[in-house]
């Protein structure tokens, strides 16, 4: 088969989620043609810069505005008129995928993101593009821009998720609970001690690893020096991003804490890292929380961005794998508590395990269930 993955670049999840999706793909030792792109790569500069940059900026300057437009949206984004004026400014801005599509000929689209399944389900409703295409859901709970009468199945995280989507109208059986797609690194087991001694952790030392997301969204420095003054015994792992000034931003913040502290910028080994971790500190991406349930590490919430993060973070809390971070400042008493109290740290451990779907990125599997 030929496939076509498709995200948009407004953040890393999706790009990630597509990633793992191919990576699946390979690793099922199939013939399968799989071809990952980012739908905004087809797009005019501006439209590119806006959809991308803007994102980011809002959740970085203004997350109460972005909260905002996360819930009209959520609550809007049907409205007949409003989705025929979506479609037509998408398709204008989006002429040379379209092209690019036709010419490569898929057998099935898999899309990690709303905008590129909005494009095809406008051109499928007209009949200029007739291809199976499917919907793989980021976030444990679903925003309404995924909605789409065309898409032949939807792949969710949860129940919960498949709950909303059947009351708003999607028939039950183009929806299946497959989990969010993670790189399959995160499904090999791996010993923690080899691990511990490849990336020169002291044996017995408990570890807490923070991440900040590959463009390095979150409050690093006040984490840092939230621990300056802490006696706790754990080597702390920082994993800053992609952005150099951030990584700089954290290395400065964490000279002089007392305990030892390793920053990273980005890394391809995030599945190395959270096995050998007791805690993940970081926001709620639907990657991030995926990524840690998968290996069983409990999570301590920062920083949610209202919208999807919010709600991913009430799916962790309310399942028990997770303890939520309110107050920054605050890190040091939380962390040291929840290494203290190992019986909660190893329940929260087992439940992250329970609903953990490290198996979530098959791509055959995804493609069989949809009838590709």
Known sequence: MRILVLYASAGTGHRRAAEALAAAAACDGADDQVTVCDILDFTPLPFRQTYARGYLRLVRKAPELWSYFYSRTDRNAQVPWRKW???VFNEINAHSFFRFARDLAPDCIICTHFLPLELISSRS???????PFFACVTDFAVHSLWMSEEVDCYYVATQEA??????RGQPHDRIAVTGIPIDPAFSRARSRKLLKQGLEIEPGLPVVLALF????????????????TSEIACRLLLVAGAEESFRKEAVAAARGARMPITVYGF?????????VSDIVVGKPGGLTCS???AVGAPMLIIDPIPGQEQRNCEFLLEAGAAAR???IED???KIDALLRDQCRLKRMGRNARRIGRPCAASARRHAKRGGA
């Open 85 to 87: 004026v979506r479609s």
């Open 291 to 293: 990524e840690a349930l």
């Open 125 to 131: 409703r007209r009949r200029k593009m007739v291809v």
């Open 331 to 333: 890190a040091a008493d």
């Open 162 to 167: 498949r709950r909303q989507l059947i009351r």
């Open 213 to 228: 997301g590959g463009l390095g969204v979150g409050p690093v420095t006040q984490l840092v020096r939230s621990l300056h």
């Open 325 to 327: 971070l309110l107050e």
């Open 267 to 275: 890394v391809n080994n995030v599945h190395e890292l959270m096995r």
